[in-house]
């Protein structure tokens, strides 16, 4: 059974905002990151021991003022071995059609050493639903890209 959405709620304060009183890049990063964290821990199950692996892709589509209640909701996209992949969508604000914010965020299982292990069974993907489509279609056309690791490695690092 595919896991179910996980649904959070932040009230975007002062100390959240940048120096134009909307949310500040950094925050809006915490807030997509909490969500999907949540949500990959979810999918994952009890068992879990996950860390961020990569910022997949992150689009933020208009300003969110100071007072401003927003809605986020994120889902599993896509599972492999040890790794999945979250989307997170910050539901459109009131008088917009659009949401304010959409993300990818990549999760990796480790052991208690840190390092990559199969994630634990029945981690699972949402299944075909409007609210995910958009998503899924850019996680299609970003999976080709590879992490730059093997650069580093190969640089001598």
Known sequence: MP?????????????????HGTLYAGSLLRYALETAYATACRGAGPAANL????????????SVP??????????????????????VVGMPLPGQTLPWMDGLLGFAQVD????PVDLPAGAESVTDSPLWRPLSSRLEKLAGIRGATAD???AGW
């Open 3 to 19: 896991t179910p959405e996980t649904t959070s709620h932040r009230l975007v304060l002062p100390a959240d905002a940048n120096h």
């Open 51 to 62: 860390v961020l692996r990569r910022v997949v892709s992150l689009e933020c589509r208009s």
């Open 66 to 87: 100071v007072g401003s209640l927003v809605e986020i909701r994120g889902a599993v996209l896509d599972v492999r071995r040890g790794y999945l992949v979250v989307g």
């Open 112 to 115: 208690a050493a840190g390092l």
């Open 152 to 154: 580093w490695v190969a």
